[in-house]
């Protein structure tokens, strides 16, 4: 499986961003797809995750409320959708894929994942 991101960018504080995630190849295979972020000189750090047949989705704290995922199978895609962003919100941004990964239990860990995107930068303005 091949993932890529796309869609970020510079956006002022306040302002959103839609961010995609092109999955090809063995898709059939994947259970769920998440969504980490990574700030400059910080660890990464989860975002949210969906379950890849039943559209479930899960949270990080940080993202409730601002942010939603989805997908579309037919165009094997995942979507974050960022709003209200603020500076915090800066980092590069990828997404994740895996055989082994559960949306409800091990998809906040970046270990459970086998496939990743190279990340989309995402850029807060004050």
């Known amino acids: 499986v091949q993932l890529v991101e796309s869609g970020g960018g510079l956006v002022q504080s306040g302002g959103s961003l839609r961010l995609s995630c092109a999955a090809s190849?063995?898709?059939?295979?994947?259970?769920?797809i998440g969504w980490f972020r990574q700030a400059p000189g910080k660890e990464r750090s989860f975002v949210g995750s969906i379950s890849w047949t039943g559209g479930l989705a899960r949270y990080a704290e940080s993202a409730k409320g601002r942010f939603t995922i989805s997908r579309d199978i037919a165009k094997s895609a995942a979507y974050l959708q960022l709003n209200n962003l603020e500076p915090e919100d800066t980092a590069v941004y990828s997404c994740?894929?895996?055989?082994?990964?559960?949306?409800?239990?091990?998809?906040?860990?970046?270990?459970?994942?086998?496939?990743w995107g190279p990340g989309t930068q995402v850029t807060v303005s004050s």
């Open positions: 190849g063995r898709t059939s295979t994947m259970r769920a």
């Open positions: 994740a894929s895996g055989t082994r990964v559960l949306y409800y239990s091990n998809s906040d860990e970046s270990s459970s994942y086998d496939y």
